[in-house]
């Protein structure tokens, strides 16, 4: 467990409307990631952080932003949901001991966008 | 570019049998290779990672891989199947000093009681 958070876990919204994803670690470390997950598709990376306000483009960033305000906190906005985001959206935080890159993530928020 | 390409997305074999899940990578450079596992409804886990040093890695659960660069692959083992090894395993590659992350496609392993 490497002390991550999402929220919320579960959310249905209509298309159109704005969304934003939470993700909150405990233990400060610098890289944090926002995937989604597929059937077929396994993980794609959406956008990620390489300290407070220092944010990359993913594979699949389109329809997405994000923000990094402080270290604890990663946030992911879909401006105007459609139903292509109906996912399942899971964070993660790159180790920082040695060299090893591995990453951790946490639970997973499920989207439906109708 | 670097990728990862997962041989079966579905993979199903008995109880006490061995377990083979096939992973074949792409990287210009030495690369950093990891198993994850996702059970239902969780986050993914991390199985075993490899970095450079023994090419032959134990994680947890009993799996291991083998990391063979002259075949790229790293296929991941376990001798002996449990019930509880029912689960989805991802490859993922990385290229050291690169942030990211890249995963293959994912194989879903069912065990035949």
């Known amino acids: ?114 | 570019a670097q990728s990862v390409t997962q041989l079966g997305s579905h993979v199903s074999v008995s109880e006490g049998a061995l377990v083979l899940l096939r992973c074949n990578y792409s990287s210009s450079v030495p690369p950093y290779l990891f198993w994850y596992v996702q059970y239902p409804n969780q986050g993914l886990q991390l199985l075993l990672k490899y970095t450079s040093a023994a090419t032959l890695v134990k994680g947890i659960n009993g799996f291991e891989a083998e990391f063979k660069k002259s075949e790229t692959s790293f296929h991941l083992t376990k001798p002996s199947a449990h019930m509880s090894d029912a689960a989805e395993y991802f490859c993922a590659v990385m290229i050291g000093g690169n942030e990211k992350l890249t995963f293959g496609t994912g194989t879903r392993l069912t065990i035949i009681p």
């Open chain 1, 1 to 114: 467990d490497a002390g991550i958070t999402q929220s919320p876990r579960h959310k249905v919204t209509e298309t159109g409307t704005p969304v934003t994803l939470r993700c909150h670690q405990t233990e400060n470390h610098r890289y944090m990631y926002w995937y989604r997950q597929d059937p077929g598709h396994g993980l794609r990376l959406i956008h990620y952080s390489y300290g407070v306000k220092d944010t990359d483009k993913g594979e699949v960033s389109d329809g997405y932003s994000v923000s990094r305000s402080k270290t604890e906190d990663f946030l992911l906005t879909l401006e105007s949901a459609t139903s292509s985001q109906t996912s399942v959206y899971f964070c993660a935080i790159r180790a920082d001991r040695g060299s090893s890159y591995e990453q951790y993530f946490g639970p997973g928020t499920r989207l439906t966008v109708t």
